[in-house]
């Protein structure tokens, strides 16, 4: 199983927050280039630092995050 994020979705609460990519890198404890990978939908995400980030950009986790089956992937 894959949780892919909503990049879009995501990269526009980090603008309206007025966030940078390195100040959520620096929020969740992971490095920058981890984060921006995610955020670019270039990595898998586990299910805690899914659901810290959508804490984090107050976005319901279901709208921020999508599960890919095998077929999805």
């Known amino acids: 199983m894959k949780v892919k994020i909503n990049s879009s979705k ?4 980090l603008f309206l ?17 981890y984060t921006s990978n995610f955020l670019n939908g270039k990595c898998n ?4 630092l899914a659901i810290k980030t ?11 995050f999508k599960i890919l089956d095998k077929k999805e992937m």
């Not at 995501?10 to 609460?13: E, H, I, L, Q, V």
């Not at 995400?45 to 805690?48: A, D, I, Q, R």
Request: no cysteine; proline share 6%.
């Open 17 to 33: 927050k007025g966030m940078l990519v390195k100040d959520l890198a620096r929020e969740l404890n992971i490095s920058t280039t």
């Open 45 to 48: 995400v586990s299910p805690k």
């Open 54 to 64: 959508s804490e984090l950009l107050n976005i319901p986790i279901e709208e921020l």
């Open 10 to 13: 995501a990269k526009k609460a």
